[in-house]
């Protein structure tokens, strides 16, 4: 069933998306959990062993703790390894998705993403946008009635450290949503004044449920989160949808994954993006204005085509209007002209006045 609300308020040009890792899978991005391995598979392979080893590392891995392997992981290596890792196979990825030009195409206000990588900018056509990251400076540029920034929430690679801190193991995500950072802050300041649509989340993984949990409880009750989430589309699933709306306030809009693969995604956006007005659409104004044009150099223009190139002769008639259409632009382009000033002037001038006489 379609939310007609969700389309209205996308629509209307307030609204913001929250992207996750879905949006970019469809990119060769790899998900949060084959992130990790391709981690492993860059170390070397004593460290390699040393840590698929480590029991802590093994039962976070079984329960699907992704954050708390990658700090098992910086433990054993160093933070700069780590980050080193992570931001080798992320910028490995180039090209954004037919997910990314479609969700570029929505009138959204501005976009936060738990995403690494830049794609998102890269799909959007418009040059104004502004990358975000999320140290205390960074998320004061989300405040007021901010719009056209891509707000990196965990991160960039492409933004300085002094600008973008990663959220990658379980104690960054505790300094960031336990320890009410000044990003998390700025989120809940968000939530209050706009409306969020997420949009290419798993509702296996541990991390987006905790962030979904945490967001949800933040907005009113009256204005649901609009989720389009992956693994709770079928009937047996129902009950977690209803929890998530009840106690989260999260309106779940479902799709199913077909391994890694996000593309049934791409088909719901599709679906609703035929009733969304795109950013590039304008209702009752032109789509670009019509620009000025010097008068000489359009009056030569017009004859060239006419006769020159078209070899077409000229009535006496439409003579006379070009040398009408041609004294006015001077009075209105010069102001008041002599009889003189008319014929005289540049090559050009000469040029069209002998044409039409």
Request: proline content about 5%; aromatic content about 8%.
């Amino acid at each position: 069933m379609l939310r007609t609300e969700c389309i209205d308020v996308i629509n209307g040009g307030k609204a913001w998306a929250f992207l996750g890792s879905g949006v970019s899978v469809e990119s060769g991005c790899p998900s949060w959990k084959a992130l990790l391995e391709c981690v492993l598979e860059k170390l070397p392979t004593r460290t390699r062993g040393e840590i698929e080893q480590d029991s802590l590392f093994k039962d976070s891995f079984a329960k699907g703790v992704i954050s708390q392997c990658f700090l098992r992981v910086e433990h054993h290596t160093s933070r700069p390894t780590l980050e080193q890792c992570v931001v080798e196979e992320i910028r490995r990825h180039t090209q954004p998705s037919d997910i990314h030009r479609e969700i570029a195409s929505w009138p959204f206000a501005g976009y936060v993403t738990t995403n690494y990588d830049s794609l998102l900018e890269r799909a959007i056509t418009e040059q104004s946008w502004l990358s975000v990251g999320n140290s205390e400076e960074e998320a004061r540029k989300v405040s007021g009635d901010t719009s056209h920034v891509v707000w990196h929430v965990h991160g960039s690679c492409d933004l300085p450290q002094a600008k973008s801190s990663m959220i990658i193991t379980e104690e960054d995500y505790e300094r960031f949503y336990l320890e009410e950072s000044p990003a998390l802050r700025q989120l809940k300041g968000l939530l209050a004044q706009r409306r969020l649509i997420f949009v290419g989340f798993g509702f296996r993984d541990p991390e987006v449920m905790r962030l979904l949990r945490q967001v949800g409880r933040l907005c009113n009750p009256a204005r649901p989160i609009y989720a389009f989430l992956s693994g709770v589309s079928g009937p047996e699933q129902s009950g977690q949808r209803r929890e998530l709306l009840e106690k989260f306030n999260v309106d779940v809009i479902p799709y199913e994954t077909e391994g890694e693969s996000h593309w049934q995604l791409l088909e719901l956006l599709h679906v609703y993006g035929s009733l969304i007005l795109r950013r590039n659409l304008r209702f009752g104004d032109p789509e670009r204005p019509c620009p000025s044009y010097d008068p000489e150099t359009t009056g030569l223009l017009v004859y060239n085509e006419l006769c020159m190139k078209g070899g077409a002769k000229v009535s006496e008639n439409l003579r006379g209007t070009l040398l009408r259409a041609r004294i006015m632009s001077l009075l209105k382009h010069k102001g008041q002209c002599s009889t003189n000033e008319i014929y005289s002037g540049p090559r050009s001038q000469d040029h069209f006045s002998s044409a039409i006489s």
